[in-house]
């Protein structure tokens, strides 16, 4: 076995023992204590057009969903808008709550599978509440991630990993989307559509998935790319993980299109649920662009072109997604006990598991 390097006291002054990293950049560069073949670089400072477009985009988006409503408003009226919130009653209410329950429940789960795979796991009563909290804040908070945003920096301090703890949120919530938007081409292809598609979707589908597919062959090249990968490897898509993040992902997504169907069908849609479902899917992934206002303006702007598409009106779509919007909220109100009485846990430590 080798030695250990021992300090004698004997050298210049300002000299650093060996094997001891020294604490500041001058001594750090210095002859006495650099090592060949090591190349010390600051961090990048983020371009101008970087900072302008941090500094602006938050307002474009509330802008621009903004704008979506009052195109819709221009044009129709607050008559659908009033006639959603008249839609909504206590049956409806109840329905929201309970399937909220099970799409929250599952939503954690999810998480908590990821975080496990990260090393940075936690009891599923605690992602529960925790989600419930976050669900609330993306409701009513301009931008629609907030809550996330705050379910992350929590979990990573209570997890003393604060980058893998974020990150871990970060996996999760993609996990959701990619499922979705997948889900929702499999049933424009199995059910019955109230309106034709062009023959050229399922082809222009298969492009943009290659275009998607070599951009993540580019940049997986970059240092952060191949911790990304790395990472979704171990926690989304190893064997022990994938069937749950799936399984609850379906469920996350069919819950909220059930709600929308509910929602639509106490506003007055005569459609059948099998027809309104494939319409929900696709109204709900329009709430994945980050042009919103708390989930508010695209989702009732493609709600009333594919309620007029399908022959059922424009208000009536208006009408369905302000009722949703209503109900969703509704499914988040537990969310406020959470954020005034139970703050995120430590993870426990027998939940935690290493990565791989």
Do not use: K
């Not at 929201?96 to 796991?121: D, E, P, Q």
């Amino acid at each position: 076995m080798d030695a250990q390097p021992r300090f004698t006291g004997a050298g210049p002054v300002g000299a650093v023992p060996p094997g001891i990293a020294p604490l500041n950049r001058e001594c750090a560069q210095s002859p006495a204590v650099a090592r060949p073949g090591i190349t010390r670089t600051q961090p990048d400072r983020p371009s101008p057009t970087r900072r302008a477009v941090a500094r602006w985009w938050p307002r474009i988006r509330l802008l621009a969903g903004a704008l979506v409503l009052i195109v819709l408003i221009w044009r129709l009226g607050a008559g659908p808008f009033l006639a959603g919130l008249a839609a909504v009653n206590v049956p409806t209410v109840l329905a929201a709550l309970a399937i909220g329950a099970v799409t929250t429940v599952c939503s954690a789960w999810r998480w908590r599978v990821v975080a496990a795979r990260l090393g940075v796991g936690l009891p599923l009563r605690t992602a529960v509440a925790a989600y419930y909290g976050s669900q609330f804040l993306n409701s009513t908070l301009p931008g629609g991630v907030l809550g996330d945003v705050q379910r992350a920096v929590r979990h990573g301090r209570a997890s003393g990993e604060p980058g893998r703890g974020m990150r871990s949120v970060a996996w999760e919530r993609a996990a959701g989307p990619v499922v979705h938007l997948a889900l929702t081409a499999l049933l424009l292809v199995l059910l019955p559509m109230p309106w034709g598609l062009p023959s050229w979707w399922s082809g222009l589908l298969i492009v943009a998935i290659a275009v998607l597919a070599g951009f993540a062959l580019t940049v997986r090249r970059t240092r952060w790319a191949a911790l990304a990968v790395a990472e979704v490897r171990s926690a989304l898509l190893a064997r022990a993980a994938w069937p749950q993040v799936l399984a609850a992902s379906v469920v996350v997504a069919l819950g909220h299109a059930l709600t929308f169907v509910i929602a639509a069908r106490s506003a007055g849609v005569t459609a059948s649920p099998g027809q309104l479902f494939p319409v929900a899917m696709l109204v709900l992934a329009a709430m994945l662009l980050p042009l919103n206002v708390g989930g508010w303006g695209p989702r009732e702007g493609v709600a009333a072109g594919l309620f007029a598409a399908a022959g059922w009106g424009a208000a009536p779509g208006v009408a369905a997604a302000t009722a949703f919007g209503v109900l969703a909220l509704v499914a988040t109100l537990p969310g406020i006990v959470v954020l005034l009485a139970r703050p995120l846990g430590r993870p426990v430590a027998g939940e935690v598991r290493p990565v791989g």
